[in-house]
């Protein structure tokens, strides 16, 4: 059913609205439909637009948001909506950060970032980002380290990792908790620290471990025992430092003086709270312009798992993250009520909210047609639901999150307004 064949206009009126129903960017036309949902606050309608709204291509964008991380969207969609709903110095926020996407996009627009997490790794995945060290910088501290000691090496962890690389391993790890305890951890230890947790485990001579899993989906040691048998393979030895110069410089070869610029504008108004969403004292009271955020799919991803050797790395109990997961739909729409009582006292009024639900369960849950009743009883009003639709991809299947038989996979996002 395409838009201009229902003869019927979209009810709202946003300027956002008419840019998607209007939307020819890659040459198809946006198909218009509702999406309506009941719950305690009544009946609640939504014009919805389809039609593919960013790229398809991989690696679009910023270079600086290379770092692998469970169910991460595509740095195009926060882009998306912090261009349209948001000016230079406004604060962005996202309650499950995840990577950081949404925050770092914002500060590379030069919008204030605001970000919370459940799990203290968010943070740290994103605070070095936000004020890049020079490469030189890096070098010379990896240059300065004493990796040849160690004294606590894990024998399991030999499932992944050449015993001398795993030694460098342990001595880096316990050099980061020992400035991170004693408080001399400084930005370039903390960048070391986000590049290493990325180059922990991976598929290529680019990663620590032996051929496993991708970096953001770490298999328990068991697993990796099974894969080497099959695989016939033991751990190379791989240099810690040359690994994770290689990947810093990568990154870093990516910002230019341009970004600095914007990040360090913005950096230091930064709030980086580690809390569960619906709970986050760090935020003030209406202090937020645009929300972009993409929570858990109910028990889809298996972020504690995915995360073992990241926190055991960091020094955090990942036993002790309260992750959301979910099992029914009912459960979940409580914590989802949770985290927007919280954004409605975070969100300035007049803000708005772009949030993102993936399709789960082949697409029979509509995780859309559950936000919209129980954002409305929070106090936000329905602006619009914009279903980003393209050709499927081997990322988003990996999530659980796809209609692989239509070919298609889907993002879905509710755009509210702070009432
Ligand atoms: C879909 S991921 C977000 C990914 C993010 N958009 C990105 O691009 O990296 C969901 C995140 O929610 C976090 N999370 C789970 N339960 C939470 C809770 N109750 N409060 C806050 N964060 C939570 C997880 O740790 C995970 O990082």
């Known amino acids: 059913m395409l838009f201009d064949e229902l003869r019927r206009e979209p009810v709202g009126s946003s300027a956002l609205a008419t840019e998607l129903a209007g939307w020819r960017t890659f040459g198809k036309r ?23 709204f960013w790229s398809s291509a991989q690696r679009q964008g910023h270079g600086l948001h290379e770092v692998s991380y469970r169910a991460c969207f595509k740095p195009e969609l926060p882009g998306f909506f912090i261009a349209r709903l948001t000016k230079p110095g406004d604060v962005v926020y996202d309650p499950f950060m995840g990577r950081g996407t949404t925050l770092l996009e914002a500060a590379l627009r030069g919008r204030v970032p605001f970000g919370n997490d459940v799990s203290p790794l968010s943070a ?11 490469q030189a910088d890096v070098e010379s501290r990896l240059a300065s380290l004493d990796l040849q000691v160690c004294d606590d090496v894990r024998d399991d962890l030999l499932a992944f990792y050449h015993r001398d690389t795993l030694r460098e391993i342990g001595a880096l790890r316990r050099y980061l908790l020992t400035r991170e305890r004693s408080g001399e951890i400084d930005a370039v230890d903390d960048w070391i620290r986000m590049v290493a947790v990325n180059r922990l485990t991976g598929h290529s001579p680019g990663f620590l471990s032996v051929y496993t899993m991708p970096p953001n989906q770490a298999v328990s040691v068991v697993s990796q025992l099974r894969i080497n048998e099959k695989r016939n393979q033991t751990p190379p030895r791989r240099d810690l430092c040359a690994v994770v110069a290689r990947k810093s410089k990568q990154l870093i070869a990516a910002v230019s003086d341009a ?69 029914t739909v009912d459960a979940w729409a409580v914590t989802m009520r949770g985290a927007f009582d919280e954004l409605r ?3 300035k009024t007049g803000g708005h909210v772009a949030f993102e639900v993936g399709e789960v369960r082949r697409g029979s849950v509509r995780l859309e047609e559950v936000v919209l009743p ?19 991809t081997k990322t988003a299947n990996c999530w659980g999150i796809d209609n692989n038989d239509k070919g298609t996979n889907t993002q879905r996002v509710v755009v509210l307004r702070r009432a």
Request: aromatic share 8%; glycine share 4%.
């Open 259 to 327: 970004d600095r610029a914007s990040l360090a504008a913005v950096a230091a108004r930064a709030v980086l709270s580690t809390a569960p969403a619906g709970a986050t004292p760090a935020l003030p009271d209406a202090s937020v312009d645009l929300v972009v955020t993409s929570p858990p799919f109910l028990d889809v991803v298996q972020y504690k798992d995915d995360n073992w050797l990241r926190c055991w790395f960091c020094g955090i109990d990942a036993d002790a993250v309260q992750i959301t997961m979910a099992r």
């Open 124 to 134: 740290m995945l994103l605070r070095p980002r936000l004020s890049p060290p020079r």
């Open 374 to 392: 129980v954002a409305v009883a929070a106090g936000f009003s329905p602006e619009l639901v914009m279903i980003h639709a393209q050709k499927f």
């Open 345 to 347: 006292r975070v969100v």
């Open 30 to 52: 946006t198909v218009y439909s509702t999406t309506a949902a009941s719950g305690v606050a009544g009946r609640v309608v939504a014009d919805t637009f389809t039609n593919e």
